[in-house]
């Protein structure tokens, strides 16, 4: 299989990050650089597919913790298909509930911060680390406060 050759990125013009005055405008070498990522993505997961073949079977069984409150716990596994399926949803359920603990949920300035429709959103201050310094956050509770300052100091390692 011959693999693509994409073109270098060094040719093409890139334009700041703002225009027209709203914020988190990306710019045209940061997108292609984001579409040749994804078919980079796309032709290695191909190779993966091709390599293992392809297969059709159902999932039949699951393993799971004989107590679900001790990480070391045994495993079980599961095979009747009613079981297998319930298992797999409570586990989903649980999984999607760990973000209801964010602070963004609850505030609503924090919600427009990551809102992508909101011209005005924060997500390259967030990604960054440079929110708490060029924001005040006397409007958030203090535990929301020290939410944002954690955040910061792990994306600033």
């Known amino acids: 299989m011959q693999e693509k ?27 292609i650089k984001a579409i040749l990522k994804a078919e980079e993505s796309k032709i ?20 799971i913790l004989s107590d679900p ?20 949803l409570s586990r989903n359920r649980k999984h999607s509930l760990q973000a209801h603990s964010i602070p963004f949920l609850h505030n609503k300035i924090l919600s427009k911060l990551i809102d992508p429709f909101n011209e005005c959103n924060g997500f390259d201050d967030l990604l960054n680390g440079s929110f708490v310094e060029s924001n005040s956050l006397d409007f958030l509770s203090e535990s929301e406060q020290a939410w944002i300052n954690s955040l910061s100091a792990v994306i600033r390692k």
Request: glycine residues 4%.
């Open 5 to 31: 050759k994409f073109p270098t990125l060094t040719t093409i013009p890139a334009r700041s990050g703002r225009d027209n005055g709203r914020k988190n405008v990306t710019s045209e070498a940061t997108t």
């Open 44 to 63: 290695t997961f191909k190779k993966i597919r091709e390599l293992l073949g392809h297969t059709n079977t159902p999932l039949t069984q699951v393993d």
């Open 69 to 88: 409150m001790i990480p070391t716990s045994p495993l079980l596994t599961v095979s009747n298909k009613s079981e297998v399926k319930s298992q797999i």
